[in-house]
């Protein structure tokens, strides 16, 4: 039995005269959470519609679970895509009995499940309410349940954190990593690379259809430069101005810097004490949004 | 095939629950309703309008007048209605009234004795309104009459709710001049008036009637008859032509109607003349069903994919599996507001008779005897809805919201109107060309057919325009197929033909 919960081979997809996935070879093991990464545009949804059965290449071939026709084996995969809606009328458990049906559960077993998830995302005191009455943050949970309530061996979560205030980004957090533990596979897709970072086993990184990173975090990073991080008081725009930087990403107190191959810590460090009040002084691998940062900059640059 | 039945299921215990779908099941009730309190209810309102006349000739307008209460006094004596009280209270005069009606009525049985009555009725009458006056002491059974005509309009109006005072009636300003009576015109206290030449015997010249509204001609119609009509008397009279004679002359030939079922002959009746028409009826019927169910479905489409429902739930089932689920809900929801019509229809036209205290103004019951014409509806509108709701899906699956659906709806709609553009002709004609070729256009078929149910064509010809149909909407539901797996899940604006073509050829 394959240790891979999904392996795309030399796959494409067009959309009219556009190439949405130009010759992409993926390998998913099983077990793992999976960043699934790229700009705007760059094929991700395409490439997750392929997975989930939703849309067929073009060419190549795409194998999920062992099967290489996703389509017939829909009940073992769970979707929350990007853009989420819900039936506005309908009422809140028989929406997710409703999608739990979908995926082929009896309605005994759907009810039960969907009353035990409710109660687990705090949501049954709500469940005969409609789902309009919910905010967009109580939706978002409420459409991953509808996605979990079937327990799919290879979930693919677009951007689950959404619109969550912390307390809930805990819980479902905390749900991902327990679906791990359980032995299911979950692909994660997501613009804020932070949470990618905190929670991936390995990523992949596309842009314009095509793969431009994969592997794990430390993988990945290997051979990239070091960063700075400097925590600060003061005008922070005498960072762009430092010699030998080669990037900087300033939040107003905390501030990133990339440096150039030859400077060292120790030189910026003298420059910056004069000119402002520092609070913290650090060295750290690359993050993941200066890799992104870097990867499809360089990509389009060379195109 | 699971799936489809959950989504169906789910289409239609959604939609019951909308207020389209209550104010749909209304529908036909208020409109059966209205059709039939509406004439039972203007019957008995008083039209408002009024003429004056400008009589040069100076007896024309006075024969006319006595004309119409000859008329009326004729028709109430033909007529077996008694006084009704109308909301007025209950007098000892009213059971006198009564007793006079039927005194009159037996005494002048004979053609010629009511004639005679009426035409000495009206004379009296003319004098006591042109005088304004009354008769104290009503010795004779003729004077009884009058004075009570002349006093109870009210109670002659409820045995003969169409007397000629009940359309128009007739005023005599002070002044009756045309300045005059443009200034009542143009304040809208007439709806116009006559002006009639100086000798009418010798030439109609200078006859004319005077108005603003051009639409409404039955006033003119009404009165310009009588006019005739009395100048044509005279004329026979001038040339000392027997009245029986000038009756003899005038008299028309009327053509009895008579109607052949099977072998069998029969005299036509109103129902008759209703169960020809009912199919036309009918087809609007149709039309408005499938429309307004169609509608639904694009509606509904397009708000599940504005939603951004459609990825969630193609993670689940196949876009082939969406649409059919979603196609068969809404027909679930339109067979069930149809089939509450047919019931309303039925439950109404049984009961309202009595609710109204009136019978109803069309033999709609005669309809039931005709399964035909309910079969047809019901065969045509399932087949009609399937093959526009292929299309309407499709198409609702290229927008991202109403107003692009509607732009696109377009050329559907266009199409649409074809049924009702032909539904008359088609009527008149059930067997002829034009019925016969857009039977066989499959998106005129199910119109076509239900319009010729009263002539129904052979039995081989619904069965292949039927079969017609089934290959149609095959076809319909695959090309809608192909666009809904691709247009279900594309944003930005909607494709352009092109486009949608290249859709149709992928594999």
Redesign the interface.
């Known amino acids: 039995m394959s240790s891979l919960a999904v392996k795309f081979s030399g796959v494409y997809k067009y959309f009219?005269q556009i190439t949405a996935v130009d010759n992409l070879d993926i390998e998913i093991p099983k077990g793992c959470i999976y960043g699934y990464l790229g700009p705007n545009g760059a094929g991700k949804t395409s490439s997750i519609?392929m997975i989930?059965?939703?849309?067929k290449p073009d060419a190549g071939s795409v194998c999920v679970l062992g099967n290489t026709n996703p389509?017939k084996i829909?009940?073992r995969?769970?979707?929350?895509?990007e853009?989420?809606?819900?039936?506005?009328?309908?009422r809140i458990l028989d929406l997710v009995i409703?999608?739990a049906?979908?995926?082929?559960m009896s309605r005994q077993d759907a009810r039960l499940k969907a009353l035990q998830l409710l109660e687990q995302f705090e949501l049954s005191d709500r469940a005969n309410n409609k789902c309009e009455s919910l905010s967009k943050g109580l939706g978002q949970k409420l459409?991953i349940i509808?996605?979990l309530i079937h327990q799919p061996e290879l979930v693919v979560l677009d951007e689950p954190f959404s619109g969550l205030d912390p307390v809930n980004v805990e819980l479902v957090r905390n749900t991902i990593l327990s679906l791990k533990q359980n032995n299911h596979t979950v692909i994660f897709s997501t613009h804020v690379m932070e949470q990618a970072e905190q929670i991936c086993d390995s990523l992949l990184l596309i842009n314009k259809g095509k793969k431009l990173l994969s592997g794990t975090l430390p993988e990945i990073r290997s051979g990239m430069d070091h960063n700075l991080i400097v925590d600060y008081d003061g005008d922070g725009s005498i960072l762009h101005t430092l010699p030998g930087i080669e990037r900087v990403r300033d939040a107003g107190k905390h501030a990133e810097l990339t440096l150039k191959p030859g400077t060292s810590a120790q030189d910026i460090l003298k420059l910056l004490v004069d000119k402002l009040t520092i609070r913290r002084f650090d060295t750290r691998e690359t993050s993941l949004h200066n890799i992104f940062i870097q990867a499809v900059k360089g990509a389009n640059s060379n195109v | 095939m699971?799936?489809v039945f959950?989504?169906a299921q789910?289409e239609y215990l959604?939609n019951i629950?909308t207020r389209g779908f209550w104010v749909s099941i209304l529908f036909m009730p208020i409109i059966i309703v209205i059709m039939s309190a509406v004439p039972v209810l203007l019957s008995t309102s008083v039209n408002e309008a009024k003429y004056a006349v400008i009589d040069h000739s100076g007896w024309v307008l006075a024969a006319v007048q006595k004309r119409f209460l000859k008329n009326d006094i004729h028709q109430l004596l033909e007529s077996e209605t008694v006084p009704s009280l109308n909301g007025s209270e209950y007098t000892e005069e009213f059971d006198e009234s009564v007793i006079l009606i039927e005194q009159l009525r037996q005494q002048f049985k004979e053609g010629e004795e009511k004639k005679l009555f009426a035409s000495q009725a009206a004379d009296l009458l003319y004098t006591l309104s042109r005088e304004n006056a009354s008769i104290l002491q009503t010795p004779t059974l003729l004077e009884q009459f009058a004075d009570w005509w002349h006093k109870n309009p009210q109670q002659v109006l409820s045995i003969i709710p169409n007397a000629s005072f009940s359309h128009y009636q007739y005023v005599e300003p002070a002044d009756t001049s045309t300045a005059r009576l443009q200034i009542l015109l143009n304040a809208e206290h007439l709806l116009g008036y006559f002006v009639i030449p100086e000798d009418p015997i010798a030439s109609g010249e200078g006859a004319s009637y005077v108005t603003k509204n051009l639409t409404n001609r039955d006033l003119q119609l009404w009165f310009a008859n009588a006019v005739s009509s009395v100048v044509q008397g005279q004329r026979i009279r001038e040339e000392s032509i027997e009245p029986n004679i000038a009756d003899w002359i005038q008299q028309p030939i009327a053509f009895e109607t008579v109607v052949l079922n099977g072998e069998d002959l029969a005299v036509a009746n109103a129902s008759d003349t209703l169960t020809q028409w009912a199919p036309v009826a009918f087809v609007y019927l149709l039309w408005i069903s499938i429309f307004t169910i169609t509608q639904m479905l694009l509606t509904n489409t397009v708000e599940e994919k504005s939603?951004?429902?459609v990825?969630?739930?193609?993670?689940?089932?196949?876009a082939r599996e969406l649409m059919a689920g979603k196609i068969l809900g809404i027909a679930g929801t339109g067979l069930t507001i149809v089939g509450s019509w047919l019931i309303a229809f039925l439950i109404l036209i049984l009961g309202l008779p009595s609710l109204l205290d009136s019978p109803l103004p069309f033999d709609l019951l005669s309809l039931v005897d005709k399964p035909l014409y309910l079969a047809s509806f019901i065969l045509y509108f399932i087949l009609g809805y399937l093959f526009y709701a292929a299309f309407l899906c499709g198409l609702g699956s290229l927008c991202n919201n109403l107003k692009e659906a509607q732009n696109l709806m377009m050329p559907v709609q266009l199409i649409l109107i074809v049924p009702l553009l032909v539904m008359i002709p088609i009527g008149k004609d059930p067997g002829g060309t034009l019925a016969t070729v857009m039977s066989w256009i499959p998106p005129f078929t199910p119109f076509a057919m239900m319009n010729r149910a009263a002539m129904p064509p052979g039995p081989g010809t619904y069965f292949f325009t039927t079969l017609l149909m089934i290959i149609s909407i095959y076809f319909a539901l695959r090309m809608a197929t192909r666009i809904f797996e691709t247009g279900i899940?594309m944003t930005g604006k909607p494709p352009k033909l092109t486009?949608i073509f290249?859709m149709l050829k992928t594999k």
């Open positions: 009219d519609r989930t059965g939703i849309l389509s829909k009940n995969l769970g979707y929350l895509p853009e989420k809606g819900l039936y506005k009328k309908m409703y999608f049906r979908l995926k082929k459409q509808a996605t | 699971f799936s959950l989504i789910r959604e629950k939603n951004k429902l990825e969630i739930l193609l993670s689940s089932v196949s899940l486009q290249r």
